[in-house]
């Protein structure tokens, strides 16, 4: 079995079992009824929803329709809203995908070339500034961070609004907050896979050949370190998919985070099942991506 078909194979296990767990998961958490039904009401009309609902049958037969659905394509009707789960996530998906690109770019046009540039001047003002930076990034919490940025650009200087979307500028503040969760490490990881390439033989060959100090580094350095770096710029891609579940709360920003907030506070099983199959799945196609991307920039990953 060739290299791509296996990890394609080990995505496959994942999703499935993130499938199941998230069925089994949700059901920990109690049972919605109640809170469906509402505190007056009576037998029968809880019986009359569990059954709506297929509460009333064995919890096997329960996850043998669940999986059947989420063949289909079908992850059922929100409990509340009986809007189909899928439409409702559909409805919101765009929203969070631009964020999370918006996200993706600020952190890499902004952490790519601080990491290299670190590297390049290492134990300079720099060097020592962009680290400094880096460790106060990793110990900010998200929230604080957007509240800060809230008090400042929307109550200080109103430059920018408060919350929601549909222009540019309800972007740049969750934007730049939620890129604060990868910032800090891709430009770590960066700056550290260029210094040891940099102390490599190939470098000094390089160099030995006449070749400039920025030809060696975007050429040949650059270019070795960056299985390390992509590996990071993947992992933080998820670490953004979580992340923006608070970032979308903090800025009241209509996406999968403020649903998913909203279905777990009334145990809204359908859309919460539907949001981890999604977002996993997701994050797994993310990975599987990287694989592949590795054996493009290094075939000796393929053995």
Known sequence: MTYAARRLLYALLVVFLVVTFSFFLVRL??????????AEATEAQIRLIQQALNLDKPLWLQYAIYMGE???????RS?????????????????????????????????????????ARPDSPTDWTARFVSVLGQCTPVFWLGILMMLLFSVKLRWLPFGGAGTW???VMPGL????????????????????????????????????????????????????????????LGFIVGGAIVTETVFSYPGLGRLAVQAVNHRD???????????????????????????????????
């Open 70 to 76: 989420v063949l289909r394509g079908d992850f059922g």
């Open 269 to 303: 099983f359908p859309i919460i099942q539907a949001l981890l199959v999604i977002v996993s799945t997701a994050v797994v196609a993310i990975n599987l991506m990287l694989d592949w991307l590795y054996t493009l920039l290094d075939p000796r990953v393929r053995a």
């Open 177 to 236: 907050t939620l890129s604060a969760v990868m910032v800090p490490v891709v430009v770590q990881v960066t700056r550290s896979a260029l210094l040891e390439a940099l102390r490599q033989d190939y470098v000094r060959t390089a160099r030995s050949k006449g070749l400039t100090e920025l030809q060696v580094l975007l050429k040949h350095a650059l270019r070795n370190a960056s299985i390390p770096v992509v590996t990071v710029l993947g992992l933080r």
């Open 169 to 171: 500028q309800h972007l």
């Open 79 to 119: 409990f509340f809203t009986t809007l189909p789960a899928m439409s409702m996530i559909l409805q919101t998906l765009p929203n969070s995908l631009l964020l999370t690109l918006v996200a993706f770019a600020f952190a890499v046009v902004v952490a790519l070339p601080v990491g290299v540039l670190s590297a």
């Open 29 to 38: 958490t109690g049972d919605p009824v109640a809170l469906i039904a509402g």
